[in-house]
């Protein structure tokens, strides 16, 4: 059974402090994604990597950066955490080659910033 | 630009009844339609997709979906809602670009099941 592995499901950490979001994937797909959730807006895109050490901007890149150094890892990295970054981040995997396929989510990593 | 729309954001139906949730989307080129479910505090699981052939696309918990070409429209339906049903949707199309193939997702509906 496909899995993508969020390992921290809830998270609180103070202003200014830095945080890593992990995630792993045992599908040995080649794209990785990082999403944000806030009510009302839906999943809007913070980076994605579509190969190791490679990595592009999304729609809301500001205050966030990540690192891909094998594969099935993809980090997020909170360098300053500031309180309008509480929210609910999702990662998600998916086959480059496979242009028709979906997208494959892990269970979310809950982050209240105080 | 590519775009999705979920116009409702919650919608409430009784158990037994059919149910229907609305999807509308932009996109150039031919579109690739997805229904996603959310459950409270988990990720968002894949129930079905649209990607070419038979305009009725059967999924997962005996949802299905209508894709609409003339009206560009994927509503999500159920012949008959369950408790469990209660959930928020999401709507989303992948649509082509640089080095990957980008997903653009709706806002979400909430679907109420009441008893």
């Known amino acids: 059974d496909v899995k993508v592995t969020q390992s921290s499901r809830y998270l609180v950490k103070r202003t200014g402090e830095k945080v890593f979001l992990e995630c792993v994937q045992d599908m040995d797909h080649e794209n990785m994604f990082w999403y944000r959730q806030d009510p009302g807006l839906g999943l809007r895109l913070i980076y994605f990597s579509y190969d190791v050490k490679m990595k592009e901007k999304g729609d809301i890149p500001e205050g966030y950066s990540v690192s891909r150094e094998k594969k099935e890892r993809f980090s997020l990295i909170l360098e300053s955490a500031s309180t309008n970054q509480t929210s609910m981040y999702l990662c998600a995997s998916s086959l480059r080659t496979r242009n028709t396929g979906e997208l494959f989510f892990g269970e979310g990593s809950r982050l209240t910033v105080l | 630009a590519q775009s999705v729309a979920q116009p409702e954001d919650q919608v409430n139906v009784a158990e037994g009844n059919p149910l229907t949730v609305k999807c509308t989307y932009s996109v150039s080129g031919n579109p690739y339609l997805f229904w996603y479910v959310q459950y409270p505090n988990r990720g968002l699981q894949f129930l079905l997709k649209?990607?070419?052939?038979?305009?009725l696309v059967k999924g997962s918990y005996g949802f299905e979906a209508e894709f609409n070409k003339s009206q560009t429209s994927f509503h999500l339906k159920k012949p008959s809602a369950l408790v469990s049903d209660s959930a928020l949707y999401f709507c989303a199309v992948r649509a082509k670009g640089y080095n990957f193939n980008k997903f653009y997702f709706g806002s979400g509906t909430k679907l109420n099941v009441k008893p």
């Open positions: 649209y990607i070419t052939g038979d305009n």
